[in-house]
Antibody, heavy 123, light 106 residues
């Protein structure tokens, strides 16, 4: 069964850190670039970060650059997002999403998504 | 930064045609993708590369893109089509989403 399952969300104070994980199954994880996309309460979708199929290249939205770090472990089929210096405006449901292309070429769109994990940044 | 504009809401009667627009500067020169979001569910890609349907997406959903506007059209709208729809484009290796449109089937 093809699926992506996010975990690690919760309530955290501003300035603190949190690590999200996404475990995938049902497809060859190490073939695909991966992304994190978020949706703040009552707001639209916002792309957060992209990582290449082999983890050597990353691309961050300006709003999280320098605070968030994406990584992947292709031996464990996991994608992680380390979030530091969290702000109230980082409150959102965070989705793990698969790129529609494989290998070195990015499609820059998402053909498979998880159900998301909620991160709430509040004092 | 590049902006995509969608109407916040669109209403349609069952069986009628719904059109959801997405506007951006010279958007027709870019690919547009569309996603459907329902509460508590994973987002679903419904249109890619302007007008192509992924496997499993009904033929009543179609897309077009020209000039400054992309359009998602749902023909013969059904109650199950009620959802939020987001357009997406790419600008200088940055993914951009529209603000989303809530489709209500009355």
């Amino acid at each position: 069964q093809v699926q992506l399952v996010e975990s690690g969300g919760g309530v955290v104070q501003p300035g603190r850190s949190l690590r999200l994980s996404c475990v995938v199954s049902g497809f060859t994880f190490n073939n695909y670039p991966m992304h994190w996309v978020r949706q703040a309460p009552g707001k639209g979708l916002q792309w957060v970060v992209t990582i290449s199929y082999d983890g050597t290249n990353t691309n961050y939205a300006d709003s999280v650059k320098g605070r968030f770090t994406i990584s992947r472990d292709n031996s464990k089929n996991t994608l992680d997002l380390q979030m530091s210096s969290l702000r109230v405006e980082d409150t959102a449901v965070y989705y793990c999403a698969r790129d529609a292309f494989t290998g070195r070429i990015l499609g820059w769109y998402f053909d498979l998504w998880g159900r998301g994990t909620l991160v709430t940044v509040s004092s | 930064s590049y902006d995509l504009t969608q109407p916040p809401s669109v209403s349609v009667s069952p069986g009628q045609t719904a059109s959801i627009t997405c506007s951006g500067d010279n958007l027709g020169s870019k690919y547009v993708w569309w996603y459907q979001l329902k509460p508590g569910q994973s987002p679903v890609l419904v249109i890619y590369q302007d007008s192509k349907r992924p496997s499993g997406i009904p033929e009543r959903l179609s897309g077009s893109n020209s000039g400054n506007t992309a359009t998602l059209t749902i023909s013969g709208t059904q109650a199950m089509d009620e959802a939020d729809y987001y357009c997406q484009a790419l600008d200088s290796s940055t993914v951009v989403f529209g603000g989303g449109t809530k489709l209500t089937v009355l």
